[in-house]
């Protein structure tokens, strides 16, 4: 059974910082692809980060040079790093595993910017 489990997000002020975390069980996690998303009240799913098997790196510009994607291997978890959090941030944030065919999300984890 394949599990995606995202974590870290919450309540944090404007110019504030978290690290999200999205611990996957049930895939072989080094063949996979990783993506953070992010889906705002009211609006589309929207593609935050990326990072390939070999660690390759791609940003959403809204993002770029705030957000940083990182991956972990040996334990089966992508992180995403977010510093100088803006309110247009705030949105529901969803990890997702991908190789080949296979597609997998997680339930996503609230992330809450005050201005």
């Known amino acids: 059974q394949v599990q995606l489990v995202e974590s870290g997000g919450g309540l944090v002020q404007a110019g504030g910082s978290l690290n999200l975390s999205c611990a996957a069980s049930?895939?072989?996690?080094?063949?996979?692809?990783m993506d953070w998303y992010r889906q705002a009240p009211g609006k589309q799913r929207e593609l935050v980060a990326t990072i390939t098997t070999a660690g390759v790196t791609i940003y959403a510009d809204s993002v770029k040079g705030r957000f940083t994607i990182s991956r972990d291997n040996a334990k089966n978890t992508v992180y995403l790093q977010m510093n100088n959090l803006k309110f247009e941030d705030r949105a529901v944030y969803y990890c997702?595993?991908?190789?080949?065919?296979?597609?997998?999300w997680g339930q996503g984890t609230p992330v809450t910017v005050s201005s």
């Open positions: 997702r595993a991908r190789w080949g065919r296979y597609d997998y």
């Open positions: 049930g895939i072989i996690f080094s063949n996979n692809a």
